[in-house]
């Protein structure tokens, strides 16, 4: 079993790296957002703060690394060089599924990150299904454990365990488990999809059990339905995977939507993020912070220098954006009237 995950873990970098794994008529809504430029802001751009807060703390920008990787010898390279980026520039750093963690030997230090981010928050992260397969509030305490995470987020992927071989597709009684961890694991409890969206009602239930964050990550980004697809040896999965390939809830509108259901825990915005101005729109919709994912991986593969230059680039940009509309924080971002929403 552990082999498989170790080579499943491996497949997923080569896919998403080379692979078309996008929907192919489904956007994270993006377009449907626009500023009005404000010609005179009456701020100085070089004093414009994106220092944000994310569970208690005070974060210097409101950016995420997403969960992605570990469990494979190339994903160690990756996480030790996102993990030297996020400390350099201190965005908070979330790692891939752990389950292997726990059920193998072989490739921990491809999560065990701590000493090259000795000051960010990093995320552990467990897909929410293993509740059901085993995996219970002493198992995610080894996990925080092993990698002297801040946080735990749970991953909601019930399309992707159908495609994948030998999926886990029990998700009965999860609200009353997730419940239980929340009030028993010691640590903030969040909870993400991986590409097919949160919408409000779903995370109001979240919240009520004691959800201190969620990650909408939602439709427009990578489709790991597509992801899978490309793995999968059954012709008949391989199909339904494609007719899957439009599936879910555009970033934008779940943003929106959840915003509208919870007022005190913070809005992770990811799913097809690119770029600042991805953020500085995300962020004036509701979110607190906004992740990224593969729009920093290939970056991930070569070196730290190449990760810090396209944060960099995300920073200046939503700089640049805050600086268009007249906002002068985070705060005012989130406030801002110029932002114009257009529901599908």
């Not at 377009?31 to 703060?49: G, K, M």
């Not at 004036?284 to 190449?306: C, H, P, W, Y």
Request: aromatic letters at 6%.
């Amino acid at each position: 079993m552990t082999d498989s995950i170790h080579t499943r873990k491996a497949e997923h970098i080569e896919i998403t790296l080379n692979e078309k794994v996008t929907g192919n008529n489904i956007s994270t809504g993006l377009e449907r957002v626009h500023f009005i430029h404000n010609a005179l802001p009456e701020i100085d751009f070089n004093e414009i703060s994106i220092e944000s807060e994310f569970l208690g703390q005070s974060r210097p920008t409101p950016f995420v690394i997403s969960s992605m990787t570990g469990g494979a010898e190339f994903a160690e390279t990756i996480n030790r060089n996102l993990a030297m980026a996020a400390e350099e520039k201190g965005w908070v750093l979330a790692l891939g599924s752990m389950r292997a963690l726990i059920e193998s030997e072989e490739h921990r230090s491809s999560f065990q990150v701590r000493q090259y981010a000795p000051n960010v928050p990093i995320i552990a992260n467990l897909g929410a299904v293993q509740l059901n397969y085993g995996f219970g509030t002493e198992q995610c305490k080894q996990i925080i454990e092993m990698t002297d995470a801040d946080a735990l987020v749970l991953h909601l992927n019930t399309i992707q365990e159908v495609i994948q071989p030998n999926g886990d597709l029990n998700f009965k009684d999860l609200l009353r488990k997730i419940e239980i961890l929340t009030t028993e694991l010691g640590v903030p409890v969040g909870v993400k999809e991986v590409g097919w969206g949160i919408d409000g009602q779903t995370a109001r239930k979240l919240c009520d059990v004691g959800i201190s964050f969620v990650d909408v990550a939602g439709a427009g980004g990578t489709s790991w339905s597509q992801v899978e697809k490309f793995r999968s040896k059954e012709p008949i999965k391989r199909a339904a995977a494609e007719t899957f390939s439009d599936w879910g809830n555009p970033t934008v509108d779940c943003v929106v939507a959840v915003r509208e259901s919870i007022q005190e825990q913070s809005i992770v915005a990811s799913g097809g993020m690119y770029t600042g101005m991805d953020a500085a729109k995300t962020i004036a919709l509701g979110a607190n912070m906004v992740g990224f994912g593969r729009s920093i991986l290939k970056e991930a593969t070569q070196s730290v220098e190449d990760v810090i230059a396209v944060m960099e680039t995300k920073e200046l940009e939503l700089r640049m954006a805050m600086f268009g509309v007249g906002a002068a924080t985070i705060g005012q971002l989130q406030t801002t009237d110029r932002v114009q929403y257009r529901k599908r």
